[in-house]
């Protein structure tokens, strides 16, 4: 007897592609039901050879589902995942809602799985911020051998961490910037196409953004309390793909070619690292693919045990909907849940 799962927010981005990599990884579910808001029921999304219909998430009954991939944002998080929780389904979350809540488990499988195990005080488990969790993917196996004290971070990302509007709007853009037409964008405070914006999420009092205070605080839950890490991210033209440049101080020595050794073994890593024109991976080469992608890999002589490396994930799927399967697994795997059909 295998799992029922919900998808809430199935019409979204991030939901359609968790619809996909539920099939693509052949996760265990006997029944996959998918949830929207109101306005959005009846809309058909694809799940593999098949089309299931939206429901509306206000008046479904939860009480025989067994794992929620909620993918709907902080409000309907906040509102719905301990209500689905307290029906016995276990909710893990993408939105940023419950990642901070130190009763709920911030997880990357090839990370931090083991605290998962936390998971039973609320019923919910959080999806780290997309940036982060590629960036925790490349951090892990280095910090294992040598120990980071010191993370210098600037990301480059894509229009689809900001939703479908988002991406609407850059294709928008683009074509009115070729056929010398005004346009008037509403999702980002200037213009995205053919331009960069160092600008993503609202700013805090002290000068950075929530994005970036995300990734120093979710990177020490998940990793080390003891790393610091600083960001600058920036929001740019590319419609799927984080990139992010990595200054990387340590508190043993490691060499690029260590470095690119252990890469080459972690878990959810590939590294492609030519030091030659196209030796490198981009945002394009990295869309519909799971892994993360590691290039650039070289020392730093300013800085004692210093090293800078380039990393690249498709943020929808590593940073999003595959974190999310992969913590569903994590729970099956390790018969952390069972299926309520088959409890029955």
Known sequence: MGFKVAVV???????????????ERRFPADEVVALASRRS?????SFGDKTLKCRNLENYDFTDVDICLMSAGSAVSKEWSPKIAAKGAVVIDNSSCWRYDSDVPLIVPEV?????EGFRKRGI???????TAQL???LKPLHDKAKIKRVVVATYQSVSGAGKDAMDELDRETKAVYSLQEFEGKKFPKRI???VIPHIDVFLDDGF???????????????DPKIKLVATCVRVPVFIGHSEAVNIEFEQPITADEARDILRSAPGCIVIDKREPGGYVTPHEAAGEDATYISRIREDATVENGLVLWCVSD?????????AVQIAEVLVNRKLIQAKQKAA
Request: contains cysteine; glycine residues 8%.
């Open 136 to 138: 925790v993917v490349a």
């Open 9 to 23: 927010g199935a019409t979204g981005n991030v939901g359609r592609v968790m619809l996909d990599i539920l099939v």
């Open 193 to 195: 196409a053919f331009n």
């Open 209 to 223: 953004t929530k994005e970036e205070w995300k990734m120093v605080v979710e990177t020490k839950k998940i990793l």
């Open 125 to 131: 488990i959080a999806n780290p911020n997309c940036s």
């Open 112 to 116: 931090n799985a083991d605290a998962i």
């Open 315 to 323: 943020n929808l799927r590593k940073g999003a909907a595959l974190n």
């Open 41 to 45: 029921q009846g809309v058909e999304v």
